[in-house]
Every structure is written in C-alpha cells, then in structure tokens.
C-alpha cells in the first residue's frame, strides 16, 4: 500500500506535543513491514539547518485557495528509508513557532490544499491520506468536495484520527467560502456547522472513510459530552467507522538492559538489580535509603488534568502510609509551591523537581516502585507505559489509554485501577497498591516480571493501522464494483 500521513508536525524535525512522535514513529515502524508511507508537514522556520540542507525541492506551483492564488513549493527529504514531503510558503510558515497566530485557519487551510492537490496529482499517488487533528482536518472534506465534483477523480481514500478534541479548529462561518473556499452546502447539510460556527474536526469526521483516536477506552468516551467538547453526537454518528488504537512507545529507548541513564541495568530476570537503583535514586535525591521502603513517583505536568489537585487534597493521607514520595513536573504555581513546601517540611521521604530531566526520569522508573497517575481523563499517554516496562507497578485513574494499559483483561494484575476522581478513592488504590508491596512480595515480583514483559512498541500500533488501511481499501473497492 502506499501511505501519505499527513501531521501539522513530526520528531525529529519539528516537535511541540506527542502528534510528532506518533508521525515519527509509526511512519518508521510501517515502512519496515513493506509498505510506502510518506509523511507530508509544512516546512515552518523553526526546522534547522541540519535537516534543510539534504532537502531537494521536487514542485514550484501555484494552488487555489479560495480567490486566492498561492505559492506552493514541495520539498523532499529520507529518512531511514521514509520519504518524507515539506510543505513551502514563506508567508504562511516562515514564523517563529507552529500555532497560536490569527490567521492559522488560512495556514492550514493552505496546507490542506497543498496536501490534497499532492495526493491526486502528484506521480507518486496514494491509496490512503492519513490526516491528523485539526490542523489537517480540511483534507477528507476537500477530497469528498473533489470526488462529488468528478466522480472519476483519482480514488483516494482518506483516515481522520483524533489526538486532541480539545482543540477542534473552530471558527467563523465567515471563512468557509472567502478562506476555505468551500460552498455554503458544506455549512447548509452540517458537515462543518457547530454552534453557528464551522469546526472543521467535525468535518473530517464526517467525510473521511474512517477515524480513529489514541486508545480504545478514549474512543468509547468521546461518545459522552464530558470529553469529547461537544462533539459527543458526531462521534456517535460515526461509531461504526471509529476506531481506538493504542498509541505505543520506543523499547529500543525505554529499556533498562540498555539504557545508559540507568546506574545498574537489568532485565526481567535479574529485576532485583532494581534494589540497587533504588538505593542509588534515593541517595542521589537525599531521601532516607531504604531499600524495603516503597517509593510511589508521579512524573508528568502538574496540573489538574493530570490529577494535581488530587494529590493535594490526599497529601495528608498519602503522608501516613509508610512510602517516600517524588514529584516531577512543572505545572500550575499553587502544585509547584505546594509540593516544594512539602519537600522541605519532610526532608528524607519527598522529593520535588520542576525539572522534567529525562535522564531523572528514567532513572526514577529504574528505582521507584509504584508509577502514580490520577488523570481526569487521557486519551493515551506513554508515561505509565514506559514505567511498566521498567518494572514500576501503575497506580491510575480508570480511564482511557491507563485501563487499556493496565486493566488485566482476565488475566493476571498489572496494577490498580480506582474509578472515581477523588482523593479517597486515590488514597484508598495507594493504601491498597502499598499492602501488596509490604505483605505479598513474591507477588509483587510477579506482577513487576510480567509488566516488563507487555509489548507496548510501536509495532503493534504499526500492525493495527496497516489492518485499518487495507480494511478502509477493500471496503472502498467493494462499493466501487456494485
């Protein structure tokens, strides 16, 4: 099959949040079973010169973008047998940064065109366009406007998915036509209207052949108003053609046998190598050394999506049980002060950095015991992943990608699971998740065993977009030849 993934951003060249990791790795785990996936992305300022300058310019046209006629270069780059397309205009992304500026509607607009024009004229002709949230949004709703124009245009199919719903592209009626460049029927019929405005999320879930999001259990959420922001309705209407799958992480990187930030590797099978590690983590922190002592770690934004201030509201109760505490992670000033105040009031059991370090971060996977989550909701994540691969035992809200990581399925215990958002049911799975540890070891060392062993790469998220590629190929084939 021939793949175009096309991402407002991808690793290793221009990176803000987790969708450029995910066009990185997953167009790099595809390419190595075969198929030809070629990720598209705009070439913004802020990518350096060392990627530039083994860039080779293929295209120098003029596209349509509503009245307006516009420069479009297309530059081409590989990368570990990936092709990879950079999409030129110096007035739209000759800026400083990504987003955030007032005529991004147009930015992306313009780079959706670009990307559509690509995929149907171009020499290399995809069988599938893979867009990525808003920002690439308008390119299943361009390809339908072309197939209703011409029938017989090239078939293209298209996939949405959904990594941020808190951020729709919504926008004013007024640029549908001036800006888009789209009839007034796209409004009329619903396919973008929402509240008055357009939200171009709402119309790449409408016209692409199928969607898809992070993980299954955010996928069966985003049904309820709670998360999905309104688009609750739209996410029902498409529930057969929407589809969760498991964002996964690096094991090549995440992998204490290898990783040189970890003091004394170790493997499944030598996991009480992790003793030392604690020991080194809790003298390199200044907390009492102990190694019989559970450290419980949370490493992520303090804010309160992330359950900050659960573990605020719990402090006090989490201060009673017999365990050492680190928190990593910058966030809202109230949690920063917070837990920084804690640290100097009990020196010896809780350590606090504002500095999400990497290397720290790992090395606290080596040596902490129980990875601690309390999310509001997450659509993935790749943190609790990464920690169950170096034997840390999660303690998470049940929620998205955290029950879908952890929940047992059946099976045995991968850690705990507490439903409501309160501090007591937080502080009754840390209370619970602590007994384990200090009366059942041998337990213990089964579930962390077990839990370094769970295939969270990549490649099984490789797998299950190639099924839904050739899936959405069949299915289109079908209906053509009735």
């Known amino acids: ?41 705009p070439l913004y300022q802020d990518i350096a010169a060392q990627w530039r300058r083994g860039m080779k310019k293929i295209i120098s046209k003029s596209i349509s973008l509503s009245w307006r006629q516009v420069y479009c270069g297309i530059y081409e780059f590989q990368l570990n047998d990936v092709i990879y397309y950079f999409v030129e205009n110096e007035y739209y992304f000759n800026r400083r940064g990504l987003y955030g500026y007032r005529d991004d509607a147009e930015r992306f607009a313009f780079f959706s065109r670009a990307v559509t024009e690509f995929a149907v004229r171009h020499d290399w002709q995809p069988d599938i366009v893979h867009a990525n949230d808003w920002q690439t949004a308008l390119i299943p709703v361009y390809l339908a406007e072309r197939k209703n124009r011409d029938p017989h245009h090239p078939p293209v199919r298209c996939i949405f998915t959904v990594h941020n719903v808190d951020v729709q592209g919504r926008f004013s009626r007024n640029l549908l036509e001036d800006v888009f460049g789209l009839h007034p029927v796209w409004y009329d019929n619903g396919t973008l209207e929402f509240m008055e405005h357009l939200s171009l999320m709402k119309g790449a879930l409408l016209t692409s052949d199928h969607s898809t999001t992070t993980s299954p259990t955010y996928a069966e959420e985003l049904a309820y108003p709670f998360f999905s922001k309104g688009l609750e309705e739209t996410f029902r209407s498409v529930s057969g053609r929407f589809t969760g799958i498991m964002n996964g992480i690096d094991t090549s990187r995440y992998d204490p046998a290898s990783d040189p930030a970890v003091r004394y590797p170790y493997t499944y099978m030598t996991v009480n190598e992790r003793r030392k590690n604690k020991l080194y983590l809790q003298r390199m922190l200044r907390l009492k050394e102990d190694p019989d002592i559970p450290i419980v770690a949370f490493v992520g934004k303090l804010i309160d999506e992330n359950g900050a201030g659960l573990m605020l ?170």
């Open 1 to 41: 099959m021939r793949i175009l993934l096309a991402v407002p951003e991808a690793s290793p060249f221009i990176k803000t949040c987790g969708l450029a990791d995910f066009a990185g790795k997953l167009s790099l785990h595809i390419r190595r079973t075969g198929h030809d996936i070629r990720v598209i992305l």
């Open 313 to 482: 509201s719990a402090f006090d109760r989490m201060m009673e049980l017999d365990a050492q505490y680190m928190i990593c992670g910058k966030g809202d000033f109230e949690y920063e002060r917070f837990f920084r105040s804690a640290m100097e009031r009990n020196k010896g059991r809780v350590f606090f950095s504002d500095n999400l370090d990497d290397s720290l971060t790992r090395l606290i996977y080596a040596g902490a015991d129980i990875f601690l989550r309390p999310s509001l909701k997450e659509p993935c994540g790749h943190r609790h992943m990464a920690a169950m691969r170096y034997g840390m035992v999660p303690v998470v809200r049940d929620t998205g990608g955290l029950r879908d990581a952890v929940a047992a399925n059946g099976g045995d215990k991968r850690g705990f699971l507490f439903s409501d958002f309160t501090a007591d049911h937080m502080a009754g799975s840390l209370r619970e998740s602590i007994a384990l540890y200090k009366g059942n070891p041998d337990v213990w060392t089964d579930m962390v065993r077990r839990n370094m062993q769970i295939d969270f790469g990549w490649e099984k998220t490789a797998e299950s977009y190639i099924d839904l590629y050739s899936k959405v190929c069949r299915e289109i084939d079908l209906e053509r030849v009735k």
